[in-house]
């Protein structure tokens, strides 16, 4: 994986830049879609590519290790054969999915045992089988085997959590460094900066995480609960310390204002459920605002969903339209507020890379800030 940079903005830490890997190139300032399962809930493949023109989606580790399985993937030729998609990928490690199972898991030093939400088989996670998981699924980017702590998090917690994570690091450095793709492309290992609200911690894991001197790099531990300036804080932190030529992936951030606030903090690439569980659920995110599809003030609206976008869908359905799917619960109606909500998103993250190239983003980005804040 190559990483160049082409501008910075004058008036922030917000830059633009280029990912290079075998499945093609991504455009940064970036956000991915959560495709847990192999997909991206409520459309398929052909759209994210035409109607999106996503760059790059995540795939889950733990979910794919338990549903297909290792076997149907590796016999597929890797998670892009298995589902169609012939750009990057990203899979997370599993950490984050185990930190959410804290009821049934159990974390030792060798790694972590957990049961399955689907029928309560036991597993053990290690910092080398992540590694072997990740090399068989077959993404372009995979991430390093970590905790995430919870919030709140005392700071005895906190601090061995971390030591715990930089150890396991080693371990996982040390698997993939000794194995080898298995589908004939390259992959790259992000190490994963944790930390939880402290400072002196994630100044700390920020060094350690530095000095491993991968391609890229990843924060982990926030939008956790926290609030929104802790997470600033603690971004900007840690963004000063990692590698200034290398990407920085802020993980499972956020609301539209999150992502901008992080671009402006020198953030690279986003990634979250929002835009599609919310669309799930009526929430849509547009150019002027936030707009509750459920509401019965859109009954007889029969505007276009958003008039400002290019997007077909937003040209050809109404709001009307739309909040009556939702109501009658009709699968079409979770798809198109699924491709409005990403294809906002990527909008999102375009628009400001322009912007950074143009040397006008902070002050898009401050009145942008402003405006998505609406309720409509």
């Known amino acids: 994986m190559k990483f160049n940079l082409a501008a910075k903005d004058i008036h922030s830490k917000a ?4 990912i290079t890997t075998d499945h093609g190139e991504i455009q940064t300032p970036i956000f991915m879609p959560v495709g847990t399962a192999g997909t991206v809930k409520s459309i398929n ?20 290790y338990l549903r297909p399985g290792l076997d149907i993937l590796e016999r597929a030729g890797g998670l892009h054969q298995f589902i169609g998609w012939d750009r990057p990928i990203l899979t997370d490690s599993g950490g984050y999915q185990v930190y959410s199972l804290s009821k049934v898991r159990k974390i030792k030093e060798e790694g972590v ?44 917690y906190a601090a061995n959590s971390i030591n715990m994570t930089h150890r396991w690091l080693k371990r996982c450095c040390t698997r993939f460094d000794t194995t080898t793709p298995k589908y004939g492309f390259d992959q790259t290992l992000f190490p994963i900066v944790q930390g939880s609200v402290y400072k002196d911690l994630r100044v700390k894991s920020a060094e350690f995480i530095a000095a491993m001197g991968r391609e890229g790099n990843a924060i982990g531990g926030l939008s956790v609960g926290e609030p929104a300036e802790e997470m600033y804080a603690m971004t900007e932190v840690v963004c ?9 992936y802020l993980m499972g951030v956020g609301t539209p204002i999150n992502i901008l606030e992080n671009i402006a903090l020198g953030v690279d690439m986003f990634d979250c459920v929002m835009p599609t ?57 979770a798809q198109i507020a699924t491709l409005h909500n990403l294809h906002f998103y990527l909008w999102l993250v375009k628009t400001a890379r322009e ?18 804040g609406n309720k409509l």
């Open 277 to 333: 569980r919310n669309a799930r659920n009526g929430m849509l995110f547009t150019k002027n605002g936030v707009i509750n599809i459920s509401n019965k003030k859109w009954a007889d609206d029969f505007s276009p969903i958003e008039a400002e976008s290019d997007l077909v869908a937003d040209q050809v359905y109404s709001k009307a339209y739309l909040r009556h799917l939702m109501h009658s619960k009709e699968m079409l109606g």
């Open 113 to 156: 045992t957990f049961r399955s939400h689907i029928d309560g088989s036991k597993h053990l996670f290690t910092p080398e089988y992540a590694m072997d998981i990740q090399r068989t699924i077959g993404a372009d980017i995979i991430m390093a085997f970590d905790e995430c702590t919870p919030y709140p998090c005392d700071y005895k």
């Open 45 to 64: 493949q052909q759209q994210l590519k035409n109607d999106i023109d996503a760059k790059i989606i995540l795939g889950n580790t733990y979910h794919l």
């Open 240 to 248: 000063d310390i990692l590698p200034y030529e290398k990407p920085r």
């Open 15 to 18: 830059r633009a830049g280029t």
């Open 355 to 372: 912007k950074i190239m143009s040397g006008e983003f902070y002050a898009w980005k401050n009145k942008m800030v402003t405006i998505l």
